[in-house]
């Protein structure tokens, strides 16, 4: 007989509320102990939001000084333990994936009452990660249901620096590269206040894929959407509008952080460097081990798991090896 | 400043501090990369017969502190990729080309083919199972009789040095040193990882993509160094033929590195610390060895290579 450890197998006197708790606790003991996670914790998924077809948000419960302490851009190894059918043999795509944090609802129940839709269940710290449905691994990731096993190795990497008082930021994102940008939105707001002007460019392939744009909407000062077919937005890549954003600013005081395929950031960049604008770019590669072990994810000659993913524009932009179409 | 200068077959080292086969060693830019530290020379991830992708993840974790496991399923590029890389750049380090393959004479193909493209000296990665019915429950580098026949294969066919590199999951580790060397294997390489498993409890199942795995790290040091001082203990009661040995397994200080020299190791190499801080790593250690040896008066390090064999001497 085969024994599972999914939660929706154990019998009514389970708890998930107190597996989710105890599953927090660890994840906590680890985190004071290393400063991150360095072996993958599991912890049941409490919620998927469904963002658009085939894009969703996985929310698992974290303590609340992983999130305070994550930074936008920084990256999470992310697994589903049993595949879809229960599985864990090698032949199963369930492998171990880098995604950064898309969302976290910090619980803020004993600072401030207004911030009650940032809450979590019971009022707990929960990150969210998005996902797409890209081939067969984050395919795997997508059919996950409330109860399933969800386990997160990290944070790694570089991040995105919080801009100055007084700048203008500007955040093009391709597909679910809008996972960091939200993030630094949200911090950059969050530290800055009303004295920071955010512009945000959102390019997708086509509508069913549009995400995140009404969270991007209650942050940034302005928000386009563009899709490859005109199903949705502006038709044409986020380089269209990004050119007319760039021409009412100041070059000096205007920063660009992007992520998302590189033939899309690419060109991005390169705006940037037209201009004089400095730019920041979060790379999506496929981080095998993510602790510089495997040597399987060099830009030039930097390990993208550990130097970056966030590098600068400016030094992307003489590498050989940056800009083409990298598949997960 | 002492002497760090290391001299053995095919390995002229300015320092004794080599990149471990595995860590980060796959690709042209990220052997390069790891020339341009302090370290004194080069392994490359263990190459063979053909292109292999690196198994599901994860593949590798810090479990603990101070342990390692990884099961990256030996990703690499494949011989003929490989050597074509090989031929195409010079690395600013001397390099031991790892490989492996299925049976002996896949070995030998690799060790020709490498030879070829300018490789100086090869590594024969034993920790892999034999393909020919029989044998397939043990790897190659737990049966003294196939080690004798790999290494022979190999030093049929090439005229670049040959070490051997064994792993500690043996009974006896001088045994198979020994049918190494009495093969004509110029050196021996070891330890490589010790085979391991972990569980994680609330998930009911191992944590590594692969299941199984193998562990590394500053846990394993005091392993590596009791089957250094066997195999290099042998060697001086004349039971082995003496060679040149490369000592690894957690090593992340130049204390540690002082450590296995004085237990016979001709040099070293080092893996997990990688993991831990980089290629940062050999800089910090060769100071720290550096500066241990001035302040022990050490001049070079053959005057402090195997000292501390000659308490164990009478044991077995
Ligand atoms: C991620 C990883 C990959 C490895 N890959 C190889 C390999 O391809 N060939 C090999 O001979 N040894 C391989 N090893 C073993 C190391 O070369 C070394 O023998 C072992 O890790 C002990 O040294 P350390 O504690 O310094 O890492 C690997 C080790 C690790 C951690
Ligand atoms: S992901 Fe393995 S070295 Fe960067």
Wanted: aromatic residues 6%.
């Amino acid at each position: 007989m085969k024994k599972h450890t999914h939660t929706k197998e154990r019998d009514k006197h389970f708890n998930l509320n107190a597996l989710v708790e105890a599953c927090c606790e660890r994840m906590e003991k680890e985190y004071q102990q290393h400063n991150r996670l360095p072996t993958p914790i599991p912890s049941p998924i409490i919620e998927i939001t469904k963002e658009s077809n085939g894009v969703s948000t996985i929310w698992i419960q974290v303590p609340t000084i992983l999130a305070t302490d994550y930074k936008p851009g920084q990256y999470f190894m992310c697994w589903n333990p049993y595949d879809s059918e229960g599985g864990m043999s090698k032949k199963n795509y369930n492998s171990e994936k880098p995604y950064s944090v898309g969302d976290i609802r910090v619980d803020r129940s004993g600072i401030d009452e207004e911030t009650a839709p940032d809450q979590g269940l019971d009022g707990s710290t929960m990150m969210g990660f998005t996902i797409k449905n890209l081939g067969r691994q984050s395919g795997e990731l997508i059919k996950m249901e409330k109860g399933d096993w969800f386990a997160i190795r990290g944070p790694f990497g570089t991040n995105f620096q919080t801009p100055n008082f007084g700048e203008t930021l500007i955040l093009v994102s391709g597909g679910i590269g809008s996972t960091p940008m939200h993030m630094a939105a949200k911090e950059a707001r969050n530290k800055l206040g009303d004295k920071l002007t955010i512009h945000s460019i959102m390019g997708f392939q086509t509508s069913d894929d549009v995400h995140y744009h009404d969270k991007m909407g209650e942050i940034c000062d302005s928000v386009t959407v563009t899709t490859d077919d005109g199903s949705f937005g502006l038709q044409g890549y986020p380089t269209i509008p990004l050119r007319e954003i760039i021409s009412n600013c100041e070059p000096s005081n205007t920063k660009l952080f992007t992520c998302g395929p590189e033939p899309m950031m690419k060109p991005v960049l390169e705006i940037c460097e037209e201009n004089g604008i400095e730019s920041y770019a979060a790379m999506e590669r496929y981080l095998p081990c993510s602790v510089a072990a495997c040597g399987l994810c060099m830009v030039g000659d930097r390990l993208t798991c550990r130097q970056g993913p966030v590098m600068e524009g400016s030094w992307l932009l003489e590498q050989d090896d940056f800009g083409s179409p990298h598949y997960h | 400043m002492a002497q760090l200068t290391v001299h053995a077959p095919g390995l002229d080292l300015p320092n004794p501090l080599m990149l471990a086969s595995g860590l980060q060693g796959g690709s042209v830019s990220a052997l390069e990369r790891v020339a341009k530290s302090r370290c004194g020379g080069l392994v490359s991830k263990s190459i063979g017969p053909s292109p292999r992708e690196i198994y599901p993840g994860p593949v590798c974790v810090e479990a603990m502190n101070g342990v390692i496991l990884n099961a990256m399923g030996l990703p690499n590029p494949g011989v003929d990729a490989f050597s074509k890389m090989l031929a195409n750049n010079e690395f600013a380090k001397p390099m031991l080309v790892s490989i492996f393959g299925p049976d002996s004479e896949s070995f030998s193909n690799i060790a020709i083919k490498m030879e070829k493209s300018g490789a100086t000296a090869l590594e024969l990665n034993l920790s892999c199972p034999h393909s020919k019915p029989g044998s397939t429950a043990l790897i190659v580098g737990q049966q003294p009789n196939l080690i004798h026949e790999y290494v022979s294969a190999v030093k049929d066919v090439v005229n670049i040095p040959v070490y051997a590199k064994l792993t500690p999951n043996t009974a006896s580790i001088a045994i198979e040193a020994g049918a190494a060397l009495n093969a004509g294997a110029d050196g021996i390489s070891l330890i490589n990882t010790v085979s391991a498993l972990e569980i994680d409890p609330f998930a009911g199942r191992p944590i590594i993509g692969n299941l199984l795995c193998g562990m590394s790290g500053p846990t394993i040091r005091p392993i590596a160094q009791r089957k250094i001082a066997e195999v290099a203990l042998a060697m001086r009661r004349g039971d082995i033929p003496v060679a040149p040995i490369l000592g690894m397994g957690g090593i992340t200080t130049g204390l540690d590195v002082a450590r296995f020299i004085m237990l016979g190791a001709t040099a070293v190499q080092i893996g997990s610390a990688l993991i831990y801080d980089d290629i940062d790593v050999f800089e910090t250690i060769e100071k720290e060895l550096n500066d241990f040896m001035d302040v022990q008066g050490f001049r070079d390090l053959e005057s402090m290579r195997g000292i501390a064999l000659d308490s164990l001497e009478g044991l077995n």
